[in-house]
């Protein structure tokens, strides 16, 4: 890790009174949520629980009827934000463009916005790579990895902007549970080694209380609960408990 990476500091994000509806369907019913600076925060429910609607507004791909959303105090919607702070997201499926190599996926910022020389984020590329188990697999095609590899290679693309927050989408959406594992690993050990904030969006219970430091639960658009993992496990709530021994995975 070069020292940029090993001084980069996470964000707080604050959620307040966040509400949105479709077609007269209140879908998030007044979400509070605060995430502290450097921890792994977790939002765990089952299909059709609202964290995905969540999930766009704190990308910006939605639009809240009422409510906020900051980061370290500023509204995420400000052009000014985005521009302050470096923020990534890890898609869902890895979103790696076929038609380029691995490494051109994971520069692909860099390279589009001219913000490096090519030697240069050659040089980054690498790092990051080998920073998520994945050195030898720069000049390979996206075809020629495991389902495993290319979440491993979406967070390296994450990783080169040298982010403040990272965002995950299901981490371990069809993966088996050897690989989920390793993508558990890899956040955990990111979080160790550049404090940046993590928000998991996930269904994945095993990912939930193996990695977060806090962890909410959320059903029907509300947030049941808030606290660390044995915190949540031993909330009294039928609803919660519920959600907790249900199979997450074949629920959603």
């Known amino acids: 890790m070069n020292d940029t990476t ?17 077609d007269g369907q209140e879908v998030l019913k007044g979400i509070d949520l605060a995430v502290r600076p450097g921890e792994i925060f977790v939002i765990m429910g089952p ?3 609202g964290k995905s609607v969540l999930l766009k507004h704190l990308i910006g791909l939605e639009t809240p009827d009422a409510g906020e959303i900051l980061v370290n105090g500023d509204p995420i ?9 470096r923020m990534a997201l890890v898609f869902q499926s890895g979103a790696l463009l076929n038609s380029l190599t691995v490494g051109e996926n994971v520069g692909l910022y860099l390279a589009e916005h001219r913000l490096k020389p090519p030697a ?11 920073d998520v188990g994945l050195k030898d697999v720069m000049h390979k095609m996206p075809a020629e990895l495991s389902g495993g590899m290319k979440k491993r290679a979406a967070i390296a693309r994450a990783l080169v ?45 095993d990912l939930a209380f193996g990695v977060a430091d806090r962890i ?37």
């Open 47 to 49: 299909s059709g629980s």
């Open 77 to 85: 919607s400000a052009p000014e934000t985005a521009a302050k702070y």
């Open 216 to 252: 909410a639960v959320i059903a029907e658009g509300r947030i049941l609960t808030v606290g660390t993992p044995a915190e949540v496990k031993n909330f009294q709530d039928p609803l919660v408990q519920n959600f907790l021994t249900a199979d997450f995975k074949r629920a959603s």
């Open 120 to 130: 240069e984020i050659e040089r980054i590329v690498a790092e990051k790579l080998a």
């Open 161 to 205: 902007i040298e982010p403040q927050l990272i965002l995950y989408d299901e981490p371990t959406s069809e993966l088996d549970p050897v690989s989920a594992v390793v993508i558990g690993n890899e956040i955990l050990e990111l979080n160790r080694r550049i404090r940046v904030t993590s928000l998991v969006v996930s269904h994945d219970r």
């Open 6 to 22: 090993q001084s980069s500091q996470g964000v707080g994000l604050v959620v307040r009174g966040l509400r949105k509806s479709f």
